[in-house]
């Protein structure tokens, strides 16, 4: 069976420190990887997607990198912090494909202070 | 803009009774629905989808209505129990045929379920 890991689950970073998220997919070969941020009670706003090794989309402009080095790991970067980075970012995961559901990871709470 | 949204930003219902979460999309082009379920501090579940060529679709317990003539989504939980409580998110697919799922979520319905 497929699974999604991210890590890590929590962390509190300064502002100005640099990030890195990770998230591997396992059970399954080829699968769009994507990248959300959640604020507090709000939706999911999606940062990034990969359909490929090395191939990254980003879907809104912002503070954030993310980067494909592997078919099934995905990782979500920034070299300085801002405050508004504070958030809940989940991982996702997809068949190949224009539709199908989404299976997300855990998610990771980010707090910059 | 797109944008997919939600009547209600809190449900609370008795146990046993039915619950009906509402949603309205705004791209009448979307071919794919959603419906998840989060958790507090949980990714979100995936509950049931539909595609645009369908206005029903059932689950266990739970049942997905679409309605494109006024782009109306909703999500209808029979027999709700304690542990559904929790935010449940509709998403519109955009994707259009670009190879990846480009999902746009609404703000979600929190459900409270009393014992």
């Known amino acids: 069976s497929q699974t999604i890991h991210q890590w890590p689950a929590t962390l509190v970073q300064p502002v100005g420190s640099p990030l890195s998220l990770e998230c591997t997919v396992e059970g399954t070969s080829n699968p769009n990887l994507y990248w959300y941020r959640q604020a507090a009670g709000r939706g999911l706003q999606l940062l990034f997607y990969s359909v490929g090794i090395g191939q990254i989309s980003s879907e809104v402009p912002q503070n954030l990198s993310a980067s494909r080095p592997q078919d099934r790991q995905f990782i979500l970067s920034s070299k300085k912090l801002l405050l508004s980075d504070s958030g809940f970012y989940l991982c996702?995961?997809?068949?190949?494909?224009?539709?199908?559901?989404?299976?997300f990871g855990e998610g990771s709470r980010l707090t910059v202070l | 803009g797109e944008s997919v949204g939600l009547h209600l930003p809190t449900l609370s219902v008795q146990e046993g009774d039915n619950s009906i979460i509402n949603c309205a999309y705004s791209n009448s082009a979307s071919d794919y629905f959603i419906w998840y379920k989060q958790e507090s501090g949980k990714g979100p579940q995936f509950i049931i989808d539909?595609?645009?060529?369908?206005d029903k679709r059932q689950g266990q317990r739970v049942t997905v209505l679409l309605n494109k003539t006024v782009k109306h989504l909703s999500l209808q939980i029979a027999a709700t129990q304690p542990g559904d409580s929790a935010v449940y998110f509709c998403?519109?697919?955009?994707?259009?045929?670009?190879?990846?799922?480009?999902?746009?979520f609404g703000t979600g319905t929190r459900l409270l379920v009393s014992p």
């Open positions: 996702a995961w997809s068949v190949r494909g224009n539709t199908g559901e989404l299976f």
């Open positions: 539909i595609r645009s060529n369908m």
């Open positions: 998403a519109e697919n955009l994707s259009m045929n670009t190879g990846f799922q480009k999902l746009v």
